[in-house]
């Protein structure tokens, strides 16, 4: 047990110490006035020669994810992660907690963008990081409770659709409040869905406001990597978008989350204080994923029972949603 508590540990402190996704949000880190990109633009040669390989590559994934899961050494690692699952909606709740505690400290909520705007909203998160501090889990439905409140309020304020981007609060609220319960089997799945929903949903805004991204690759020196830039917004934006639709859909397993974990992590530039304020949330989720996998997860994939039929739901599957996420954010976002 004492073995299991410092592993933990470690596990917490490797999220403080690891730098955040700086590719997720924008418009956080520049002043530019959103320019929507006209959609002969978007549906570039660029864009649709990296949707049909992004498609086949994610059509074969399915084939090859069991037989890499037979390597010795990621079937151990596999098996070891189980051990920790009892301590994942502790690190959920207590990382919540944290993460409020650094935005309340900064005058916002959920977002940099989102300022505390009075007495009464702080002293709720407050009370609401209090009762997530409390081992109880009428105290933890408690501030769930209070913490959704406060989101739609912020939703009634900024509007649904800027408020997807950040989905994946209310799926957290969802998960605190049906603890030991019997919905309680419904919690990570729907986190899974609301996550990969809102990186989805961000993604797609580097492709319709390309002009906000190109600002921060100038001014605060971004590496391209030898792409132009132009180039490089618009692959980001689809490993972006490939990571949420493997969380949608259920074909991301543990390995597959350590490995984009650490692609995230080699490309993350500093942002400062910002940086910690608005993707604390978001590395502890990915690392709840982690540790969790997708066992609970029946993906759809596998209504379809030969190789071929599934490579091709997935693959006209992929470009479907693809084509609707940017049908729809261009129209309303």
């Known amino acids: 047990m004492k073995h299991k508590k410092l592993i933990l540990i470690i596990l917490i402190i490797g999220i403080l110490l690891t730098p955040l996704l700086t590719e997720a949000h924008v418009k956080w880190f520049t002043d530019v006035v959103p320019q929507k990109e006209s ?36 079937n151990k690692l596999d098996i070891k992660l189980d051990e920790y699952r009892q ?31 009075g007495l009464w909203e702080t002293i709720i998160i407050w009370l609401a990081i209090v009762f997530l501090c409390v081992p109880n889990h009428y105290a933890t439905k408690a501030a769930a409770v209070l913490l959704t409140f406060v989101y739609f309020y912020v939703l009634s304020n900024v509007g649904l659709f800027h408020m997807l981007d950040y989905g994946f609060y209310a ?21 899974y869905l ?51 639709y493997l969380l949608v859909v259920g074909i991301l397993n543990r390995i597959l989350s350590v490995i984009l974990t650490l692609i995230f992590i080699s490309t993350t530039m500093l942002f400062g204080i910002t940086e910690i304020i608005g993707h604390f949330m978001i590395h502890i989720v990915l690392v709840i994923f982690i540790i969790e996998g997708v066992s609970f997860y029946n993906p759809p994939i596998r209504i379809h029972k030969t190789v071929l039929d599934q490579m091709v739901f997935v693959f006209l599957n992929y470009l479907f949603v693809l084509a609707t996420f940017i049908l729809i954010y261009y129209r309303f976002a």
């Open 39 to 74: 959609i002969e633009n978007i549906l570039s040669p660029l864009f649709m020669g990296l949707a049909v390989l992004s498609a086949l590559v994610l059509s074969i994934l399915p084939q090859l994810l069991p037989r890499f899961m037979k390597i010795p050494f990621a």
């Open 87 to 117: 301590y994942s909606r502790y690190l959920l709740k207590y990382g919540t907690a944290l993460a409020l505690i650094i935005q309340v400290l900064s005058g916002t909520i959920f977002a940099p963008e989102f300022a505390l705007e």
């Open 171 to 191: 799926a957290i609220f969802f998960v605190l409040l049906i603890g030991k319960t019997r919905f309680e089997n419904w919690g990570f799945p729907f986190l």
């Open 194 to 244: 609301g996550t990969g929903l809102s990186l989805c949903w961000v993604a797609v805004e580097k492709w319709v406001y390309p002009s906000m991204a190109a600002d921060i690759i100038q001014n605060h020196g971004v590496p391209t990597f030898g792409f132009p830039p132009t180039m490089f917004i618009v692959m980001a934006a689809f490993i972006e978008f490939i990571v949420g």
